[in-house]
């Protein structure tokens, strides 16, 4: 099991421009990741071992919203709901597995698309790194400078090699200027 606690960190937003019509469409992406006691703990020893204990599923909930910034926010685009899953399988493809001995492998899943990575430093960036864009019109906001921010969560219950999470963090905001 993990020692260290596990954080949601650099959560960063980009943008295209700096500048947009009110007409426009805009995307913001918003990017994290999962560090610290997770992290280290997602590994082939520690799926070994709770494959063993029928413990093959992790599943991790994630959420994004965005909002404008002032002194009363306001939400913008439509929020990200959704989740990560990762099931542990066994496998004789001698490729995956990357201690000779052991057997047990990873899946994956996000949106119900599946892949399958080639090492553990894949599987821990599938599972663990975020890249969500969530898209808005320019109206919305109307003309000006705005700020605009992001608040992240991210949840999943115990089990073999994590402790319970249930974490929420804002990003720094970044400034846009509409025009008419």
């Known amino acids: 099991m993990a020692n260290?606690?596990?954080?949601i960190d650099k959560v960063l937003l980009e943008k295209?421009?700096?500048?947009?019509?009110?007409?426009?469409?805009?995307a913001i992406n918003v990017k994290f990741s999962v560090t610290g006691g997770l992290r280290e703990?997602?590994?082939?020893?520690?799926?070994?071992?709770?494959?063993?204990k029928h413990d093959n599923v992790f599943k991790l909930k994630y959420g994004i919203k965005l909002y404008s910034g002032g002194l009363?926010?306001?939400?913008?685009?439509?929020?990200?709901d959704t989740y990560k899953k990762a099931a542990l399988f066994w496998t004789r493809n001698p490729k995956l597995?990357?201690?000779?001995?052991?057997?047990?492998?990873?899946?994956?899943?996000?949106?119900f698309e599946p892949h399958i990575p080639m090492n553990q430093v894949e599987a821990q960036q599938l599972l663990l790194d975020f890249d969500e864009k969530i898209d808005f019109k320019a109206s919305e906001l109307g003309p000006g400078k705005h700020k605009i921010g992001?608040?992240?969560y991210v949840s999943w219950f115990k089990h073999?090699?994590?402790?319970?999470?249930?974490?929420?963090?804002?990003?720094?905001?970044?400034?846009?200027?509409?025009?008419?």
């Open 4 to 7: 260290e606690k596990s954080t």
């Open 16 to 26: 295209s421009v700096d500048k947009f019509s009110v007409n426009d469409n805009i």
């Open 41 to 52: 703990a997602f590994n082939e020893k520690n799926w070994e071992r709770a494959y063993n």
């Open 72 to 80: 009363r926010k306001r939400e913008v685009g439509t929020p990200v």
């Open 97 to 111: 597995t990357q201690m000779a001995e052991k057997k047990i492998w990873v899946q994956i899943s996000k949106n």
């Open 150 to 152: 992001a608040e992240v």
């Open 160 to 180: 073999d090699y994590a402790e319970e999470f249930d974490g929420k963090t804002n990003s720094k905001e970044i400034e846009i200027e509409i025009t008419k």
